[in-house]
């Protein structure tokens, strides 16, 4: 266990629908990072919050939007579901914006939640 | 990819063999970092290398840097079955500390 968690593992829905991701960070991570991947786009980055605040914005679509609330966790919403919207869909927190280790933190970079996999039929 | 390129795709080598992946990016960066992926799972941080470092050590890994040729390597040495995965490099560059990542290098560890 990351120490971040992701739900629903799986999610299968229909063109058109509308779903909502979930992701609670690490322990003390103020940063929450969306990723995309897709087999043939690979891993994309899609939107950065620290706490509470959009940092930066990827390759995100204007039907995907996300935020992040008080208690740090963070939803991606996808409307309009198309078929390519289909992929693995991961989370990933750090302690802050730099990514830089704090004295009694083991690990530097990114923590990955183990995603959510999103089948748009 | 939004960064950079791994290479080779894909390795296929024999246990107990050195694994050596290639990774080439495009901008400036703050730190590279690399990460494995088992099949349809969570990337694992492996080893973060800064912009100011060219070589770094974590037990049978062994990464590289090379800023003037924008290139990392990352070197598994005594592979053993069980590092059968995919192996992404990512870039930092600022402003923010949102990661690329690269393409991917899919390693097959035969016993």
């Known amino acids: 266990d990351s120490g971040v968690t992701q739900t629903p593992k799986h999610l299968i829905t229909a063109t058109g629908q509308r779903v909502t991701l979930r992701c609670s960070p690490r322990?003390?991570?103020?940063?929450v990072y969306w990723y995309q991947q897709s087999l043939d786009q690979g891993l994309q980055f899609l939107i950065q919050?620290?706490?509470?605040?959009?940092?930066a914005k990827g390759n995100i679509l204007e039907r995907f939007s996300a935020q992040q609330f008080p208690d740090l966790h963070s939803e991606l919403n996808l409307s309009s579901l198309e078929l390519g919207d289909s992929a693995l869909y991961f989370c990933?927190?750090?302690?802050?914006?730099?990514?830089?280790?704090?004295?009694?933190?083991?690990?530097?970079?990114?923590?990955f939640g183990s995603g959510t996999r999103l089948t748009v039929v | 990819s939004q960064q950079g390129e791994e290479d080779p795709q894909a390795l296929s080598i024999q246990e107990g063999e050195n694994a050596t992946m290639n990774c080439s990016y495009k901008?400036?960066?703050?730190?590279l970092q690399w990460y494995r992926q088992n099949s349809g799972r969570g990337l694992v941080h492996l080893i973060l290398?800064?912009?100011?470092?060219r070589e770094k050590h974590s037990g049978r890994l062994r990464v590289t840097l090379d800023t003037s040729k924008k290139s990392s390597s990352l070197l598994i040495t005594a592979s053993r079955a069980a590092d059968t995965a995919s192996y992404f490099c990512?870039?930092?560059?600022?402003?923010?500390?949102?990661?690329?990542f690269g393409t991917g290098t899919s390693l097959t560890v035969i016993p």
């Open positions: 290398i800064r912009s100011n470092e």
């Open positions: 901008t400036s960066i703050n730190n």
């Open positions: 990933a927190s750090s302690v802050d914006p730099r990514g830089a280790q704090r004295p009694g933190r083991a690990n530097y970079g990114y923590t």
């Open positions: 322990s003390g991570d103020l940063s």
């Open positions: 919050y620290y706490n509470g605040e959009e940092r």
């Open positions: 990512a870039t930092n560059r600022s402003p923010g500390n949102q990661f690329y």
